[in-house]
T-cell receptor, first 110, second 116 residues
Framework: GQQLNQSPQSMFIQEGEDVSMNCTSS?????WLWYKQDPGEGPVLLIA?????ELTSNGRLTAQFGITRKDSFLNISASIPSDVGIYFC??????????FGTGTSLTVIP | DVKVTQSSRYLVKRTGEKVFLECVQD?????MFWYRQDPGLGLRLIYF???????EKGDIPEGYSVSREKKERFSLILESASTNQTSMYLC???????????????FGEGSRLTVL
């Protein structure tokens, strides 16, 4: 499927720092999904957003559904070494298929 | 919790062999998908199925076929494996987006296939 624009492409941060990443699209979405993928593993769904402006948390993770419905943001607070991995966004289109973000690779330095 | 289970985590096959990758989901999802994931190319859709015995080609169906005889099971078949099919294969499932359904997509653990 088509790729969503995700930034930054990679991040190297110190343990304890906060992290922000975002996804943008030229199309309107009704749902935004955020995933984490560890090396050699399948992606795990972290947060799902369903309404424009919605702010949803899952532990130290907070995600927001942009007001324009063309973007979404993921924040990780007080990062820890196990946050290392690739994070990507996704959104359903045409009812049965999905667009995916290009991914943000996160490295946490202890 | 939603569970999508892929039958093999790691496979090594020889060129020309037939390869079966099995996927089972336990959430009564109508939609099931097969993707391959390669560095720098992201997730690419091979095939998806929206009902038993129904299938639709994705972006890269060449060299692959699929089978969906039961709602919970979706199989990917490589009739004659080639080295350029060495990849991570991911199965996923979801309800179709619509009233009362969230459209969330759930992935399996992945199957790493190496074709020699």
């Amino acid at each position: 499927g088509q790729q969503l624009n995700q930034s930054p492409q990679s991040m190297f941060i110190q343990e304890g720092e906060d992290v922000s990443m975002n996804c943008t699209s030229s199309s309107i979405f009704n749902t935004w999904l955020w995933y984490k993928q560890d090396p050699g593993e399948g992606p795990v769904l972290l947060i799902a957003l369903y309404k424009a402006g919605e702010l949803t948390s899952n532990g130290r993770l907070t995600a927001q559904f942009g007001i324009t419905r063309k973007d979404s943001f993921l924040n990780i607070s007080a990062s820890i070494p196990s946050d290392v991995g690739i994070y990507f966004c996704a959104g359903p289109y045409t009812g049965n298929q999905f667009y995916f973000g290009t991914g943000t690779s996160l490295t946490v330095i202890p | 919790d939603v569970k999508v289970t892929q039958s093999s985590r790691y496979l090594v096959k020889r060129t020309g062999e037939k390869v079966f990758l099995e996927c089972v989901q336990d959430m009564d999802h109508e939609n099931m998908f097969w993707y391959r994931q390669d560095p720098g190319l992201g997730l690419r859709l091979i095939y998806f199925s929206y009902d038993v015995k129904m299938k639709e080609k994705g972006d890269i169906p060449e060299g692959y076929s699929v089978s969906r005889e039961k709602k919970e099971r979706f199989s990917l078949i490589l009739e004659s494996a080639s080295t350029n099919q060495t990849s991570m294969y991911l199965c996923a499932s979801s309800f179709p987006p619509g009233q009362g359904r969230t459209g969330e997509l759930f992935f399996g653990e992945g199957s790493r296939l190496t074709v020699l």
